[in-house]
């Protein structure tokens, strides 16, 4: 069965830190595969604060939807590490992009994992994805 295999970009735009707490662990004691989709999710968030969003319901007038998401697991983080998440927007279609992200141990610079999540536009009142608003292109692609 062939593998998820997940490229990423040259460079990323942004970095966040977040810690491994011990919420975050599972029972063999280390980074849990749910936790680790919400440490990205924390990160997509402070991406946007950055590109000068305050909320994924509001880039440009429009909502955010994630379509879809892929992981591969690299290596197990403990607790008590400190992870850098990077997160670059790439793969513009006319009603999203991809995020691509890396997360890796601070100290160490051991990947933990990569991934991306499929992005789509979204209009929560008519609930139909519409075109990427042309500024959050332009914001996010830089």
Known sequence: MPRIRIDLPDAFGFATEVPVCIGHINYTQHLDNA?????????????????????????????LVIADVAAQYRSEGPHGETLVIEMQAEDFNRYGCDFAWRVSDKASGREVARGKHGIVCFDYDVRKAVPMPPAFRAKAAA
């Open 35 to 63: 936790q680790l989709l919400a440490l990205v999710s924390e990160a997509r968030l402070r991406y946007l604060t950055s590109l000068g969003y305050a909320s994924e319901l509001d880039i440009e007038g429009v909502g």
